[in-house]
Nanobody, 121 residues
Framework: QVQLVESGGGLVQAGGSLRLSCAASERTFSNYAMAWFRQAPGKEREFVAGISWAGGRTYYESAVKGRFTISRDNAKNTVYLQMNSLKPEDTAVYYC??????????????WGQGTQVTVSS
């Protein structure tokens, strides 16, 4: 059982930056692909970014490409999402997820509890 705990969310003005972190309990963290999803009020959960177990492959949703960067530190069992040039439409609850397979769909085995990101205009 992998436990995931997100942190780093908050309120920021448009154009600002935030870095989200997701700490995993699992000692075999490096066996898992990791991803960030988000869910805005009244909308379905959507894929934001994903990274392979060794960090060699990354994928981004088109709306965040060039603004967000996903990375991981397997020695610290942590995955990050650096978010720059934030826009009000980035406002959502952000979730990290883990699965043996890197995919852009929401079928991940393990999920965190989410962290709120609010971008004011």
């Amino acid at each position: 059982q992998v436990q995931l705990v997100e942190s780093g969310g908050g309120l920021v003005q448009a154009g600002g930056s935030l870095r989200l972190s997701c700490a995993a309990s699992e000692r075999t963290f490096s066996n898992y692909a990791m991803a960030w999803f988000r869910q805005a009020p009244g909308k379905e959960r959507e894929f934001v970014a994903g990274i392979s177990w060794a960090g060699g492959r990354t994928y981004y949703e088109s709306a965040v490409k060039g603004r967000f960067t996903i990375s991981r530190d397997n020695a610290k069992n942590t995955v990050y999402l650096q978010m720059n040039s934030l826009k009000p439409e980035d406002t959502a609850v952000y979730y990290c997820a883990a699965d043996p397979v890197l995919t852009t769909t929401s079928g991940y085995d393990y999920w965190g509890q989410g962290t709120q990101v609010t971008v004011s205009s």
